[in-house]
C-alpha cells in the first residue's frame, strides 16, 4: 500500500478518537448537571470548597464575653511545668562481652553500688590474676635488691672501720718515724762532738809526745832529773789514754747513731707499709660506695618496675571490674536495653537509671516577670492531687527568643516518688502582694502592629436589624428572600442576627497579671463586656452574639446559621 494511503488513514482514526472522547465529556457533563441530587456536588467543587466556610454566617458571630469587675491580681501567677529527673544515668558497658546476668527491671529501686548487670568476659579476669602474680614476683625483687643493698653497706662499714685503723697506724708509723729522726741527729751530732774531742785529745798527745822528747834530750843533758823525765812520761801516757778512751767512744757513738739510722729506715719502710694499707682501705670505702650506687640504682629500677606491673595490675583489676555494671547513685531503672544473652560493645548504653528521691521542675516564665523571682522565692507544685512546696533554686539566665520566656527550676524532695519525672505540673510563683482593681482575661488583651494593646467589647448597633436568606453549605450567598443556591441548588434558610451586639475595640493600659487575669489601668470600667473569646477575624462593627464558651469552643451557634455547634449533631 503506498505511504501516503497509510498516513491519511492514520490521521482518520486519531481525528474520529478525538470526536468520540469529546463527545463522551458533554453526555457525562450534562448527566452530572441535570440529574444529581440537590444540595450535592461535583467532585470538583467537593475538592474546591473552602470548608473553614463552614462557620455562623456574617453578622451572627458567636464569642465568649464577660463583664469586667474588680479583682486581686498579681499575688500569685501559675505557669506549666515538667517534672524531670534529678539526674539521669546511662548504664555504659566499657567492654565487649556477653551479657550473663542482669537481675534489675524498668521500675525497681536500686541502691549507689548494686549490681545492675554482668558481663562474661574471663579474659579480662586472667589478666588481672596475672597482673597480679607479676606485681608480687616484682616486689620480690626489689626486695632481694633492698637486701643487697643492705649487705654492700655492712660491707662498705667494716671497710670504713678498716680504713681508719690504717689511718691511726700511718700516723703512728710517721710519729716513729719522727721519733726515730730525731734521735738519729742526735746521735750523728754526737758522733761529731766526739771526733772533736778525739781530734782535741790527739793533737794534746801530741804535744806530750814533742814534751817527753825535750825531756828526754834534756834528761840526756842531765839539764833536768829523772823524776821530770819520768813526769813527763807519765803525762804523756796519760794522754794516750785518754786518746784511746776517746776513741773508743766515737765508736760507741757511731754505733749508736748507725743504730738510729737503721731505726729510720725501719720506720720509713714502717710507714710506707702503713700509708699503702690506708690508700688500699680507702680504695676499698670507694668500691664500697660504688657497688651502693649501684645497688641502689638497681632498688630503683626494681621498684619502678614494680610500681609499673602494679600500676598495670590496678588497670586489669579495674578493667576486670567492668564486668559488672553498678549503679553510682540511688536511683530507679526507666529502661533496661539489653537482655540475658545479648553481645555488647564499649560505649553501649545497657539501661537507664532516674534520681528520683529529687527532681527538678522546670517552667517558662514570661520575661516581664525577670525582675521579681530571684532564687529563694518560695513555689507550689502541683501535679494531680500532689501539692509540693519549695523554692526556686536556678534561674537560666538566656531567654527564649522565640516566647521571651526563661526557664525557672525548683529542685523539690520527692521521698515517695509521687512526682513522675515527664509529668506536667502547675507551677505557682508568688509574684508580689495581689491589688484589687479591674481585670481582664489574658487572652482578651491584644496587640496592634505598632504594639499597642486594646480588647474588644461588645457594643450596641444602630439601626434595624434586617432578615437575610443564605445556603448552609455556602454561607457566602446572601438573599433578600427565599431561593435556590446559585452553587448547589439547594434551598435557602432565612437567617437574622439574633441582637443588635457588635464588637468594639477599645484600646486599654495593663498591669500586673498573674497567668490567668490582666490588670486593666485605663481604658475599661466596671459592667463593660469584655470578649475574651471568639475573636478570630472581628473587625470593627462586626455583628456578634455572646454564646456560652467552653475550653473547646462555644456550647452552641447563634439560631438561623442553621450550623450545629460542637456538642450538637455528634
Known amino acids: 500500500m503506498p505511504e501516503h494511503i497509510v498516513s491519511r488513514s492514520k490521521n482518520w482514526v486519531l481525528i474520529l478518537s478525538l470526536l468520540a472522547m469529546a463527545i463522551t465529556f458533554l453526555v457525562v457533563r450534562w448527566v452530572v448537571v441535570n440529574n444529581r441530587h440537590v444540595g450535592s456536588m461535583t467532585p470538583f467543587e ?8 463552614m462557620k455562623s454566617p456574617p453578622g451572627v458571630q458567636p464569642v465568649g464575653a464577660e463583664e469586667v469587675s474588680s479583682r486581686g491580681v498579681g499575688g500569685e501567677e501559675s505557669f506549666p511545668g515538667t517534672v524531670m529527673a534529678f539526674s539521669d544515668e546511662d548504664v555504659v558497658a566499657r567492654i565487649p562481652g556477653r551479657v550473663v546476668a542482669v537481675p534489675v527491671y524498668p521500675g525497681d529501686s536500686v541502691r549507689a553500688g548494686q549490681l545492675l548487670a554482668r558481663l562474661e568476659a574471663d579474659e579480662y579476669a586472667t589478666q588481672a590474676a596475672q597482673a597480679g602474680l607479676e606485681g608480687k614476683a616484682g616486689l620480690a625483687m626489689v626486695t632481694v635488691a633492698e637486701m643487697e643493698v643492705s649487705r654492700l653497706r655492712a660491707a662498705r662499714e667494716r671497710a670504713a672501720v678498716e680504713s681508719g685503723a690504717m689511718s691511726s697506724a700511718e700516723r703512728q708509723a710517721r710519729a716513729e718515724r719522727t721519733t726515730v729522726g730525731i734521735e738519729a741527729i742526735r746521735a750523728r751530732e754526737e758522733v761529731k762532738a766526739k771526733h772533736a774531742d778525739v781530734d782535741e785529745m790527739e793533737a794534746d798527745l801530741t804535744y806530750a809526745d814533742q814534751k817527753l822528747e825535750r825531756q828526754q834530750r834534756l834528761y840526756e843533758a842531765d839539764a833536768i832529773s829523772l823524776d821530770d823525765l819520768q813526769a813527763a812520761k807519765a803525762a804523756r801516757d796519760a794522754q794516750a789514754a785518754k786518746v784511746r778512751s776517746a776513741n ?9 747513731a748507725d743504730a738510729a739510722q737503721s731505726r729510720i729506715l725501719a720506720a720509713d719502710s714502717a710507714v710506707s707499709f702503713a700509708v699503702g694499707n690506708h690508700a688500699a682501705a680507702r680504695k676499698r670505702v670507694a668500691e664500697a660506695d660504688r657497688e651502693i650506687a649501684k645497688a641502689q640504682a638497681e632498688v630503683a629500677a626494681r621498684r619502678a618496675e614494680a610500681k609499673a606491673v602494679a600500676s598495670g595490675a590496678g588497670s586489669a583489676r579495674i578493667i576486670s571490674g567492668y564486668r559488672q555494671l553498678r549503679a553510682l547513685d540511688d536511683a530507679v531503672v526507666s529502661e533496661r536495653l539489653v537482655s540475658p544473652g545479648s553481645l555488647v560493645q564499649p560505649g553501649q548504653t545497657v539501661m537507664k537509671l532516674k534520681v528520683v528521691d529529687r527532681v527538678r521542675v522546670q517552667a517558662q516564665i514570661p520575661s516581664r516577670l525577670v525582675g521579681r523571682l530571684k532564687v529563694g522565692s518560695p513555689v507550689q507544685i502541683e501535679s494531680g492531687k500532689l501539692t509540693r512546696r519549695g523554692t526556686i533554686t536556678s534561674i537560666f539566665p538566656a531567654a527564649e527568643t522565640s516566647t ?5 527550676e525548683a529542685v523539690i524532695g520527692n521521698p515517695d516518688r509521687a512526682l513522675v519525672p515527664g509529668s506536667f505540673a502547675k507551677v505557682s510563683i508568688g509574684t508580689g502582694a495581689g491589688k484589687r482593681g479591674i481585670a481582664v482575661r489574658e487572652s482578651a488583651i491584644h496587640r496592634d502592629a505598632d504594639g499597642g494593646k486594646f ?3 461588645v457594643a450596641e448597633r ?3 436589624v434586617k432578615t437575610d436568606w443564605t445556603c448552609t453549605m455556602h454561607p457566602e450567598v446572601s438573599s433578600p428572600g427565599p431561593g435556590a443556591c446559585p452553587i448547589c441548588k439547594m434551598e435557602l434558610t432565612p437567617r437574622q442576627a439574633m441582637s443588635k451586639a457588635v464588637a468594639a475595640r477599645w484600646p486599654v493600659a495593663t498591669g500586673s497579671a498573674d497567668g490567668e487575669y490582666v490588670s486593666v489601668l485605663t481604658g475599661l470600667k466596671n459592667g463593660d463586656r469584655v470578649i475574651y473569646a471568639g475573636h478570630e477575624n472581628l473587625i470593627e462593627g462586626t455583628p456578634i452574639q455572646v454564646v456560652p464558651w467552653e475550653p473547646d469552643g462555644p456550647k452552641q451557634l447563634p439560631k438561623g446559621s442553621n450550623s450545629p455547634g460542637p456538642h450538637e449533631g455528634h
Not at 248 to 256: P, Q
Open 462 to 464: 444602630k439601626g434595624d
Open 404 to 408: 521571651r520566656t526563661f526557664t525557672a
Open 248 to 256: 773508743a767512744d766515737v765508736l760507741t757513738t757511731a754505733k749508736a
Open 455 to 457: 480588647v474588644w467589647v
Open 46 to 53: 467537593a475538592q474546591a470548597m473552602d470548608m473553614t466556610a
